[in-house]
Protein backbone atom coordinates (compact mmCIF):
# COMPACT_ATOMS: atom_id res chain seq x y z
CA UNK A 1 0.00 0.00 0.00
CA UNK A 2 1.26 3.67 -0.64
CA UNK A 3 1.01 6.27 1.53
CA UNK A 4 -1.14 9.17 0.94
CA UNK A 5 -1.59 12.57 2.18
CA UNK A 6 -4.30 14.60 3.33
CA UNK A 7 -6.40 17.23 5.75
CA UNK A 8 -8.76 16.33 7.81
CA UNK A 9 -12.15 17.55 6.80
CA UNK A 10 -13.77 16.98 10.26
CA UNK A 11 -13.22 14.69 13.49
CA UNK A 12 -16.07 13.75 16.16
CA UNK A 13 -14.22 13.32 19.38
CA UNK A 14 -17.33 11.73 21.20
CA UNK A 15 -18.06 9.58 18.40
CA UNK A 16 -13.97 8.58 17.26
CA UNK A 17 -14.21 9.29 13.79
CA UNK A 18 -14.36 11.62 10.91
CA UNK A 19 -13.24 11.84 7.23
CA UNK A 20 -9.87 13.03 5.69
CA UNK A 21 -9.66 15.01 1.78
CA UNK A 22 -6.66 13.12 -0.09
CA UNK A 23 -4.68 15.59 -1.81
CA UNK A 24 -5.31 16.08 -5.56
CA UNK A 25 -8.73 15.07 -4.71
CA UNK A 26 -10.60 12.41 -5.29
CA UNK A 27 -13.23 10.84 -2.56
CA UNK A 28 -13.03 11.56 0.85
CA UNK A 29 -11.71 8.63 3.48
CA UNK A 30 -13.31 7.39 6.49
CA UNK A 31 -10.89 7.68 9.77
CA UNK A 32 -11.44 5.87 13.19
CA UNK A 33 -9.48 6.63 16.28
CA UNK A 34 -8.24 3.26 16.46
CA UNK A 35 -6.11 3.77 13.22
CA UNK A 36 -4.89 6.64 14.26
CA UNK A 37 -0.80 6.17 15.55
CA UNK A 38 0.03 7.63 18.55
CA UNK A 39 0.30 7.58 22.32
CA UNK A 40 -2.67 8.49 25.00
CA UNK A 41 -5.56 10.07 23.39
CA UNK A 42 -6.16 9.68 19.64
CA UNK A 43 -7.87 12.72 17.71
CA UNK A 44 -7.57 14.60 14.85
CA UNK A 45 -8.77 18.39 14.42
CA UNK A 46 -10.28 20.01 11.06
CA UNK A 47 -7.03 21.23 9.24
CA UNK A 48 -4.79 18.63 10.73
CA UNK A 49 -2.66 17.08 8.06
CA UNK A 50 -2.22 13.88 7.78
CA UNK A 51 -0.33 10.49 5.99
CA UNK A 52 -2.38 7.45 5.61
CA UNK A 53 -2.40 4.17 3.80
CA UNK A 54 -6.51 3.70 2.41
CA UNK A 55 -8.27 -0.14 2.13
CA UNK A 56 -11.54 -0.51 1.92
CA UNK A 57 -13.63 -1.36 4.70
CA UNK A 58 -16.25 -4.23 5.08
CA UNK A 59 -18.80 -1.22 4.30
CA UNK A 60 -17.17 -0.76 0.85
CA UNK A 61 -16.19 2.54 1.77
CA UNK A 62 -12.33 4.25 1.58
CA UNK A 63 -10.99 4.03 5.10
CA UNK A 64 -8.01 5.33 6.04
CA UNK A 65 -5.33 3.06 8.41
CA UNK A 66 -1.86 4.01 10.05
CA UNK A 67 -2.99 7.95 10.14
CA UNK A 68 0.01 9.90 11.31
CA UNK A 69 0.18 13.71 11.45
CA UNK A 70 2.21 16.14 9.55
Avoid: C, Q
Avoid at 31 to 39: A, E, L, Q, T
Amino acid sequence: MSTRSGSVRWFNDAKGHGFIVPDGGGEDVFVHFKSIIGDGYRSLFEGDLVEFEVEKDNKGRLSARKVMKK
